[in-house]
Structure formats: C-alpha cells, structure tokens
C-alpha cells in the first residue's frame, strides 16, 4: 500500500463512519428506501467514503424534511419492525 499509515487508517475510519451514518440513518428515518443523492443514497464509491470533503454526504431535502417532521412529535409506538410502519 503507496499510503502511510496515517493516512490509510484515516480513510478507513471516515470511509467506516460514513457507511455506519447511512445505515443509521435507515433507523432513524424508519426508511428502507434510498434517495437519489446524499447519506441515503444507493451505492457510495470508494472515492467518495475516503474523500476529505463531506459535501455529498448530507441528507436530501426530502430526508431532511422527513426527519424533522419524525423529530418534533412524540415517539410513535415501536411494531417490532425497523421500518416503524412500512415506509
């Protein structure tokens, strides 16, 4: 690997930090879909996980919306699925 060390556990843990946000952002938003750009989107290139630059890794406006209307009422009951009710 042409990379220190340094560097190679940098783009590794930013790459890991940005797939976890995704995933965490399926459970937080109660979605199992994906959006066509942003966190949410499908597929992620490598390029992208380990690039410095965060700017395509935000939520899309429609998921942003999405999570402030989640975020301002009460918690809806739990069903015992990860979607909290088939979205």
Do not use: K
Not at 9 to 34: D, N
Not at 56 to 77: I, M
Request: glycine fraction near 10%.
């Amino acid at each position: 690997d042409p990379w220190p060390t340094i560097l190679r556990e940098r783009a590794i843990g930013r790459a890991v930090g940005r797939v976890l946000a995704h995933e965490l952002g399926h459970y937080l938003l109660r979605s199992r879909t994906h959006a066509p750009a942003g966190l949410m989107r499908a597929v992620q290139n490598t390029a992208e996980l380990v690039a410095a630059e965060r700017d395509s890794f935000v939520l899309s406006a429609q998921d942003a919306a999405h999570w402030a209307e989640l975020s301002s009422g009460p918690p809806p009951a739990l069903d015992g699925d990860c979607d909290g009710g088939g979205r």
